[in-house]
């Protein structure tokens, strides 16, 4: 840990006199530090089958994450973005969430194209739109857009195109991408789980100890959810509506179109599939006096073929309303989750898969621009056949505090 | 020659407010607040010939990323510069039918004058920090921009009837503007016009340490 502080230091000591002279560059970050009261079970970022980032049932300090993000206008049309992060955890150290060059040429019509090319999040979040890819509401993303930070990026390129009306923009985004082949592994062998554990290039994600065990490895396995396996390209599509004092709508295709026969060898020789995995994510926001509210739902499936004709199919569903009230500096939140995953083919009788709900409820507190303190509390209710299968109760809730102080530069 | 000159006093001076009136408009939200930057546009039920001032040169300047001032009105005819005061580039660009143009600035540098010749809205951004916005509002009826106290004073109108109708950044697109109609008389007693908004949030995208804007 002491060594990725430094690198993280050096990060910022070379880059900050790049954001003193160069008129054109900027430099951002925070750095997190929380007091963690974890529920009884192993979280499954140390391998267990925890719905939360921490587990344990311990009340402790924890580092709660740092990330650095830099900004350079090449030309007035041509902009470099790159973001590092460095997390706690079971982690490799820094690692890339984003980095890609925009292209985006001034228009004097009503449209206005651009084209952006690298590593990038796909637009389904609306919530994490603050530095770092982090949520200005919750210390805690929704489930359906922790998965989004843990196993999807697109490496590739995107095209978008925004036609602004009088009253209404629509916006078209289109992009192929590669590299994102694993997506959907997690969401079949864990779950869904509620977690602010961003993952970027270069890092690793760790599979439940008992899944492993129980496929006849030797935990701990993990993978690297941003790996090329095979040559398809995937791409999604999205249609955005905003009307300012209305607010936005937007409809999302995503489908990684990986073949779900290909595989590469992973970690101790065992073979990581590349995982078919495809959704439909509808998501609105809207402001209501001083309450924004966000909405998002997302339907999917992600299909792995491991034997020729032998293909099991992992249907997934989340959604989640999130009320947040703009009192200036004390911004509270509270947000319902409700998520589930269905194993076909079932076996007649017995629902396989994953039902349950969340409730979210934060303080935040900005006394100064470069401080946020927030307080959440985060209570999950899940139900998961497959924790009989590793004698467990499939049932499980868990109740997870965190005072969180984020320091933004 | 003292007495032209007297006679010129009583005209100009001490008989205007005998048959000039003034209006005065305020202009609050939904919770009472004053509103800063809204229009005022004041219209003459009967227009009479008033001579057209010669055109000026308007500035826009930039500031932290923000341009200023935020909220302004034009003649038709005027100029505006846009001048960059911060130590980034702005490509300042407008779309509007009104009048499209783009201007690249670098630190210190201001664009040519453009001269506005339609009247209209011209919404100005900059291409590379989505979060400026300003408005330059052209029209040839007698117009105002609110303060942060909300109020304006149009003196020296013509007794009559005017229609007073007010334009603000934050009303709903496609909403109808507010307007109300104002009998302003002979005497030196001041009509008053208000107006309650109801506003949706401000359109300048937020940027902070926490929020980028990319």
């Not at chain 1, 009261?37 to 980032?53: H, I, S």
């Not at chain 1, 993303?141 to 843990?150: R, T």
């Not at chain 1, 590739?156 to 992009?175: H, K, S, V």
Request: proline letters at 7%; charged letters at 20%.
């Amino acid at each position: 840990m002491r060594l990725r502080l430094r690198r993280l230091a050096l990060a910022c000591l070379v880059a900050s006199p790049l954001a003193g002279h160069a008129q054109d560059v900027s430099l951002h970050g925070y750095v997190d530090g929380r007091l963690v009261a974890a529920p009884g079970e192993r979280g499954w970022v140390e391998g267990g089958l925890g719905k939360t980032r921490y587990g344990g049932g311990k009340v402790e300090a924890r580092f709660g994450g740092a990330a650095l993000v830099g900004t350079a206008q090449l030309t007035p049309s041509l902009l470099a973005f790159a973001g590092v992060q460095l997390q706690d955890g079971d982690r490799t150290g820094v690692d890339v969430l984003e980095a890609y060059l925009r292209w985006r040429p001034v228009s004097t019509t009503r449209w206005r194209g651009s084209v952006q090319a690298g590593a990038f999040f796909p637009p389904v979040s609306l919530e994490n739109d603050a530095v770092g890819w982090t949520s200005p509401w919750t210390i805690t993303p929704s489930a359906l857009n922790s998965w989004v930070g843990e196993e999807l990026r697109a490496i590739g390129a995107e095209a978008r195109i925004e036609r602004r009306g009088e009253n209404a923009t629509w916006e078209l985004r289109g992009a192929l991408f590669q590299r994102n082949d694993p997506a959907g592994n997690l969401l079949a062998v864990r779950g869904w789980s509620l977690s602010d554990l961003t993952y970027g290039i270069g890092s690793r994600l760790r599979e439940p100890d008992a899944y492993v065990r129980d496929d006849g490895e030797q935990p701990p396995m993990r993978y690297d959810p941003f790996r090329r396996i095979g040559h398809q390209w995937g791409n999604y599509a999205q249609l955005t509506w905003r009307a300012r004092g209305r607010g936005r709508l937007s409809l999302m295709h995503y489908d990684n179109h990986a073949d779900p026969q290909a595989w590469q060898p992973n970690e101790g020789g065992e073979r990581l599939y590349a995982w078919r995995t495809r959704f439909w994510s509808l998501g609105a926001s809207t402001d209501t006096g001083s309450i924004t509210w966000l909405a998002q739902a997302m339907d999917g499936d992600t299909v792995i073929e491991p034997v020729p004709n032998r293909v099991f199919t992992t249907r997934y569903r989340a959604a989640y309303l999130l009320a947040g009230w703009n009192r200036g500096a004390w911004r509270p939140a509270l947000r319902l989750d409700h998520f589930s995953t269905r194993e076909l083919p079932g076996t007649p009788g017995l629902h396989a898969g994953e039902h349950g709900n969340a409730i979210t409820a934060a303080l935040n507190w900005r006394p100064h621009d470069w401080l946020r303190l927030t307080f959440e509390v985060l209570q999950i209710d899940s139900t998961r056949t497959a924790r009989a299968d590793y004698g467990l109760r499939p049932h499980t809730r868990a109740t997870q505090a965190q005072l969180s102080a984020r320091l933004f530069y | 020659m003292r007495r032209r000159l007297w006679l010129a006093w009583l005209l100009a001076g001490c008989a205007g407010p005998l048959w000039a009136g003034q209006l005065v408009v305020r202009i609050s939200d939904s919770d009472g607040h004053a509103v800063g930057d809204a229009v005022v546009t004041v219209t003459p039920a009967s227009p009479s010939a008033q001579p057209v001032p010669a055109p000026v040169t308007r500035y826009v300047d930039q500031r932290d990323e923000t341009f200023i001032p935020y909220v302004q009105v034009v003649r038709p005819g005027d100029r505006v510069v846009f001048r960059n005061s911060d130590g980034t580039r702005h490509h300042v660009y407008s779309f509007s039918e009104a009048k499209a143009f783009e201007f690249l600035l670098r630190p210190g540098e201001s664009s040519p004058p453009t001269t506005l010749d339609k009247p209209g809205l011209v919404a100005v951004g900059c291409n590379i920090h989505d979060h400026m916005i300003a408005y330059l509002l052209i029209t040839s009826e007698q117009a105002r921009v609110t303060p942060s106290q909300g109020q304006v004073v149009f003196d020296q109108l013509p007794p009559g009837s005017y229609t007073v109708t007010v334009w603000h950044p934050q009303l709903r697109p496609g909403q109808a503007q507010p307007s109300a109609v104002a009998a302003v008389g002979e005497g030196t007693e001041a009509q008053h016009a208000d107006f309650t908004l109801s506003l949706i949030p401000d359109p300048r995208g937020f940027s902070d340490r926490e929020h980028l804007d990319y």
